[in-house]
């Protein structure tokens, strides 16, 4: 396990880590992005604020992306079924 140094927001944090380091990294500067791009449309808000709508924004998009997913999968299924009953 070793310590990796990121910034997110102008804060610094120490990170224990089993990666080689990147994905963290990439985790970092995620956030980091995210709360710039809060920051930027709200800038009065607190830095307390700004990372909830930042954690916010992170979640929607993972939940949009992850239904996208299941959606697409579960219309390949559907198309994989029709073609395995016109064979059986």
């Not at 994905?23 to 009065?44: C, G, Q, T, W």
Request: net charge negative; proline share 1%; with cysteine.
């Amino acid at each position: 396990m070793k310590n990796l140094d990121v910034n997110i927001f102008g804060n610094e944090y120490k990170i224990k880590t089993d990666d080689e380091g990147n994905f963290i990294l990439n985790v970092a500067k995620i956030v980091d992005s995210k709360m710039r791009e809060v920051h930027e449309k709200y800038p009065k808000l607190s830095r307390l604020e700004t990372a909830d709508y930042a954690c916010l924004n992170l979640v929607e998009d993972y939940l949009r992306q992850d239904k996208e997913k299941t959606e697409w999968v579960k219309t390949r299924i559907g198309l994989l079924i029709e073609k395995l009953e016109r064979v059986v």
